[in-house]
């Protein structure tokens, strides 16, 4: 299996500042014949299902505000939020898709300073 | 606007099968590429995928639960279901469905999520 893990665990950011959270895996989820990152960014804020920020370790989901931004490649992966707002509190998950089982990191607390 | 469903007991003791349904809305669970799985979520813990079946009837399960998890599709009914057996208080989560757009892609949509606990 591969294993995602987070860092840090919870992580306390002032409003409009920067808030980085990072992702490793266990192994390499790029693959070589597309070039793509098989990384997917979540947010779940509490009493609710994860919803989809990112998928292929970069790339947007409709709807999704341009604050949150994912790069990364390879086995490290970052996600920024650029200026940070009180509805981004939540927790957020990485997770693979390169291979089964699909594996998410033990997720990272965001909370206002 | 695709909607997912979870529906069953939220309440099993242990030893017994846990079986959940998931109803699809606004779309057919059909669709050619789509996949649909099951994730559940341990009490304040991470997530954990299950499973996933194609329309076809293909399964795929994690192999930390394979012994004993059963995912089977109804497509007259457009709904898809999970079974675990042999439950024990370790299996006291939130369990969400959820749609793959394709095969080795993130869940794009997920159901709001049902409680399960087990106790006697």
């Known amino acids: 299996d591969i294993v995602m893990t987070q860092s840090p665990d919870s992580l306390a950011v002032s409003l409009g500042e920067r808030a980085t959270i990072n992702c490793k895996s266990s192994?390499?989820?790029?693959?070589?014949?597309?070039?793509?990152?098989?990384l997917a960014w979540y947010q779940q804020k509490p009493g609710q299902p994860p919803n989809l920020l990112i998928s292929?370790?970069?790339t947007r989901e409709s709807g999704v505000p341009d604050r949150f931004s994912g790069s990364g490649s390879g086995t490290d992966f970052t996600l920024t939020i650029s200026s940070l707002q009180a509805e981004d509190v939540a927790v957020y998950y990485c997770q693979q898709y390169f291979s089964t089982p699909y594996t998410f990191g033990q997720g990272t607390k965001l909370e206002i300073k | 606007q695709l909607q997912l469903q979870e529906s069953g007991p939220g309440l099993v003791k242990p030893s017994e099968t846990l079986s959940l349904t998931c109803t699809v809305s606004g779309g057919s669970i059909s669709s050619s590429s789509y996949y649909w799985g099951w994730i559940r979520q341990p009490p304040g813990k991470g997530l954990e995928w299950i499973g996933s079946i194609y329309y076809s009837g293909s399964t795929y399960y994690n192999p930390s639960l394979k012994s004993r998890v059963t995912i089977s599709v109804d497509t007259s009914k457009n709904q898809f279901s999970l079974k675990l057996s042999s439950v024990t208080a370790a299996d006291t989560a939130v369990y969400y469905c959820?749609?793959?757009?394709?095969?080795?892609?993130?869940?794009?949509?997920w159901g709001q999520g049902t409680t399960v606990n087990v106790s006697s």
């Open positions: 192994q390499s989820v790029l693959y070589s014949s597309n070039n793509k990152n098989y």
């Open positions: 959820g749609r793959f757009l394709e095969w080795l892609s993130p869940l794009d949509v």
């Open positions: 292929w370790a970069s």
